[in-house]
């Protein structure tokens, strides 16, 4: 079981947008630490896609956005193509009383149909 | 060009110990942190370790504290990551991957990842 929630799968059609969401609670995202996702294509390492709940890295299409409110993040996905398909993870920062850590949500898997 | 490559990994039996080791080029290794992250085969990922540009700060999963060792080596630009009293449950792959900030920052890059099969 994930700190993060993350369905564990979205689809959409080619052109289309689909969002993913990321809930966590008040020890997370909630405190006000930062979201970050990554893609991680079939058979490859992670790749940052969105840091700091809506910033994205140099190269990395503007299809892509994030967003944070609350106790839950983001990431949409604007004119969905083929490459596209992949997993996508948020990951945000914990801190409670049994200890701080780095955590991950448990991954969204994107089909375009 | 930021490079990160892992090595070390293999097929080791409950109860061993591996040591894992990442390269890393293309930056100035000392002025940022690090980490490791794995993944299980089929599964998300998981937070392993992470370490200050100097060393100063180390933190652990609960789930790998007092078995494994992080450190680094910034002559050498390396990373590494001792793995003792291993567990079918540690069978991954592993990643190293850069960070700004150790711990509470993103991973802006990630190597390829190397496998870890605990198996008698």
């Known amino acids: 079981q994930s700190v993060l929630t993350q369905p564990p799968s979205v689809s959409g059609a080619p052109g289309q947008r689909v969002t993913i969401s990321c809930t966590g609670s008040s020890s997370n995202i909630g405190a006000g630490y930062d979201v970050h996702w990554y893609q991680q294509l079939p058979g490859t390492a992670p790749k940052l896609l969105i840091y700091?709940?809506?910033n994205r890295p140099s190269g990395v299409p503007d299809r892509f956005s994030g967003s944070k409110s609350g106790t839950s993040a983001s990431l949409a996905i604007t004119g969905l193509q083929a490459e596209d398909e992949a997993d996508y993870y948020c990951?945000?920062?914990?801190?409670?009383?049994?200890?701080?850590?780095?955590?991950f949500g448990g991954g969204t898997k994107l089909t375009v149909l | 060009e930021v490079q990160l490559v892992e090595s070390g990994g293999g097929l080791v039996k409950p109860g061993g110990s591996l040591r894992l080791s990442c390269a890393a080029s293309g930056f100035t290794f000392s002025s940022y942190s690090m980490n490791w992250v794995r993944q299980a085969p089929g599964k998300g990922l998981e937070w392993v370790s992470s370490i200050s540009s100097s060393s100063s700060y180390i933190y652990y999963a609960d789930s790998v504290k007092g078995r494994f060792t992080i450190s680094r080596d910034n002559a050498k630009n390396s990373l590494y990551l001792q793995m003792n009293s291993l567990r079918a449950e540690d069978t991954a792959v592993y990643y190293c991957?850069?960070?700004?900030?150790?711990?509470?920052?993103?991973?802006?890059?990630w190597g390829q990842g190397t496998l870890v099969t605990v198996s008698s």
């Open positions: 990951q945000s920062y914990d801190s409670s009383l049994s200890g701080s850590n780095v955590v």
């Open positions: 700091g709940n809506s």
């Open positions: 991957a850069r960070s700004k900030v150790a711990a509470t920052n993103y991973f802006d890059y």
